[in-house]
């Protein structure tokens, strides 16, 4: 016993200078403009009832009709199927009604929106051609509540042609309904707006409505109430978080990704699910049934996976490129048409800029959208764009500090596990010295929140990572923790995973760039430090698993264990969504709400605190940092 602990302790030490080793490579001496001491960040706490408790929902054996089918991955959740083309839910008008609304925003300034719509219905088979409506403007118009006069905005009409290159999927080209998108400039903080769109005659038809955030310089500005989701999809589980959402009013909402999943369907049948190109309709389907609670509350949006569609069209993406084959063949098309980044105020027609972003939210939190598909590596522009916009935060100004970003680099789910490694490798130093509040992601289609943490360690000078998995999509819950104990083989699900054949590591050492998943090109790109480990030194609260899957000549590394590690605070594989109540500069309190047979559970509730600043954390990024000089 006590030597296999002693030989725990020197494979921890042995790792423990891998790390640094990895680190010289990241941050060497001519890198030394990012750190930047006044960004030093306060640290976070948690407090109230669910502040560091160990607190681990298993799949409910209830729910999924067996306990065999907790542990079946493929297991279809009950009623989760796309609501079917042409029903109420998400049949759109086509005789030239505005439809499929939806607000974006506030942009960088806090008080500007967009507004955008659809007018009219696709137009699909193999002779049709893009049109030109460069020439075409369109209006929308706005009211204060209490005001009588309407103050009218112009804007710009485009649309896109989504032809395939597979000559199969000809019959499937698609040139999209006319999507108008109209800027709602320096709108008044904290106000009740009525809107009003043009119709395809250009007439200013119905009578939306929604509130504008507090702004800077607003006197009122907490409660600020954020909603988040991620993964929502259009079944009927998407409706029941989309209604359980906006029961709880939020005054915005962060959507972490995957929007769709039309690239489920086939180019050719909008009930079809194959792989054969993606299905653009089920784009204009979700428009609708999104369009109450997009249409009311303006949306932080985010391009994902399902959002950068490649099948069927010769779209390139590589390491270092970010231009993607546009404009024909550019694979993030639909999403950037559709949804434009706040910031954008003109043309629309050029979609080049859609793929990460920053803005601030009632003048309190800066929000910073990464994309994890786009190269993000030094060098690259996501790179210098990204460290730009954390070297300009202000924490006076705004105190608050979320970053946005699909794929989840912390969590304990079997499917995505370690997906995101190279990008953590490049990005977490960063977030831990610029002080980054919270990292919220999706993709993995289930719920979990970590402890403020750094390197697999609870650590208070560290964000806390949230993943909003699943609002309801029709891929369904990911049921099986990486931890757990499959008791058809009695080993953990984390000593199954294999890549093409290889585990983990042999998969590391053997082809570097083909760790991580095939749509996300640049996941292990060459010179990415090789894949993190749970170190053995972090299992407090169960049996490190040695894994077998270690490189040739390497000591045994402790990437699996037997139970939920001290950082993971939080998880259930269910579909929800999240509230998130700043309270003040310092202070916040977070909610996770389970759909629970129609109705919304709130299962994760915990104050977050923003206290002292970090004294420690200084030394050790300065001790580090001597070393690798
Ligand atoms: C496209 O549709 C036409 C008309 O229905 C049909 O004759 C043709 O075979 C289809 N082409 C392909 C490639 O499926
Ligand atoms: C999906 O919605 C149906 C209908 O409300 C419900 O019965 C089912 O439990 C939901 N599925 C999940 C996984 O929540
Ligand atoms: C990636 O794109 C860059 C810039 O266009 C190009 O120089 C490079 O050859 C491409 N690499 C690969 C592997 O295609
Ligand atoms: C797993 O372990 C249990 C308890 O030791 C044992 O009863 C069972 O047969 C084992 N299953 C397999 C597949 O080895
Ligand atoms: C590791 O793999 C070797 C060879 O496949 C095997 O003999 C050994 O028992 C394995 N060790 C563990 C701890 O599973
Ligand atoms: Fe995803």
């Not at 999924?64 to 042409?86: L, M, T």
């Not at 430090?529 to 390497?554: E, H, Y």
Request: glycine fraction near 8%.
């Amino acid at each position: 016993m006590a030597q296999s602990r002693l030989a725990l302790a020197l494979s921890a030490l042995v790792l423990a200078a891998a790390v640094v080793n990895a680190e010289v490579q990241l941050h060497t001496a001519d890198d030394d403009a990012w750190l930047l001491p006044n960004f030093r960040r306060n640290m976070i706490a948690e407090a109230g009832g669910a502040a560091y408790k160990h607190e681990t929902v298993h799949c409910d054996p209830a729910a999924v009709g067996s306990v065999a089918g907790c542990y079946d991955q493929g297991i279809p959740a009950v009623g989760n199927v796309d609501f079917k083309f042409g029903s109420p839910q998400v049949a759109y008008p086509t005789d030239g009604t505005p439809w499929g609304v939806h607000l974006t925003g506030p942009y960088p300034d806090g008080r500007t929106y967009l507004v955008s719509w659809f007018v009219g219905g696709p137009t699909i088979g193999a002779t049709v051609t893009r049109t030109d409506l460069s020439g075409m403007k369109t209006y929308a118009a706005v009211r204060k509540a209490g005001a009588k006069g309407w103050v009218k905005h112009s804007g710009s009409v485009i649309n896109y042609l989504r032809a395939y290159s597979d000559p199969s999927l000809v019959n499937g080209t698609y040139l999209s309904p006319q999507i108008h998108h109209v800027v709602l400039p320096r709108l008044d903080p904290n106000t009740f707006y009525y809107y009003q769109l043009a119709d395809m005659s250009g007439k200013l038809v119905g009578e939306y409505r929604f509130k504008t955030l507090p702004g800077p310089g607003s006197k009122t500005v907490y409660p600020l109430r954020v909603g988040l989701i991620a993964d929502i999809g259009q079944t009927v589980n998407s409706s029941d978080t989309r209604d359980h959402l906006m029961a709880n009013k939020p005054q915005v909402v962060i959507m972490v990704g995957d929007n769709t999943y039309a690239d489920n369907y086939g180019a050719l049948d909008t009930e079809v699910r194959n792989s054969k190109g993606t299905n653009q309709q089920r784009w204009d389907t979700y428009q609708q049934l999104w369009q109450p609670l997009y249409s009311t509350v303006p949306i932080l949006n985010c391009a994902a996976n399902h959002e950068l569609e490649t099948s069927g069209i010769p779209a390139v993406i590589n390491y270092t490129t970010t231009s993607f084959s546009f404009p024909t063949n550019f694979p993030f098309q639909s999403y950037s048409a559709r949804f434009p980044v706040p910031g954008t105020t003109s043309n629309f027609g050029d979609i080049t800029q859609n793929l990460y972003y920053s803005t601030v939210i009632g003048g309190k939190v800066k929000l910073i959208t990464m994309n994890n598909y786009v190269p993000f590596h030094k060098g690259t522009p996501q790179y210098e764009w990204a460290m730009k916009e954390f070297a300009s935060v202000d924490r006076k100004m705004t105190p608050w500090l979320f970053v946005q970003f699909h794929a989840p680099p912390y969590h304990t789910y079997y499917t995505h596990y370690k997906e995101m490694d190279c990008f953590l490798s490049v990005w977490e130093d960063v977030f831990y010295e610029y002080g980054v509040d919270l990292v919220l992601n999706g993709h993995v289609h289930a719920y979990e929140r970590t402890h403020p943490m750094y390197k697999y360690k609870p650590d208070t000078c560290g964000p806390i990572y949230i993943t909003i998995g699943d609002g309801g999509n029709v891929e369904g819950p990911y049921r099986n923790f990486v931890d757990e104990i499959n008791p058809n083989t009695n080993k953990t699900y984390c000593e199954a995973l294999n890549y093409g054949g290889l585990g983990p590591v042999a998969m590391a050492a053997s082809k570097p760039s083909g760790w991580g998943p095939g749509y996300q090109t640049q996941a292990h790109a060459p010179g990415c430090p090789t894949v993190t480990f749970q170190p053995a030194t972090s299992v407090d609260n169960g049996l490190l698993v040695l894994s077998n899957m270690t490189a040739a000549g390497q000591p045994a590394m402790g990437f699996c264990q037997n139970s939920q590690p001290t950082w993971s605070a939080y998880r259930d594989p269910s579909f929800g969504h999240a509230i998130l109540d700043l309270m003040s500069d310092t202070s916040a309190h977070f909610r996770w709400f389970k759909n629970l047979e129609g109705n919304a559970v709130a299962m994760d509730d915990v104050v977050l605190e923003r206290l002292d600043s970090c004294a420690s954390r200084m030394a050790g990024m300065m001790g580090r940092r001597m070393m690798s000089a």
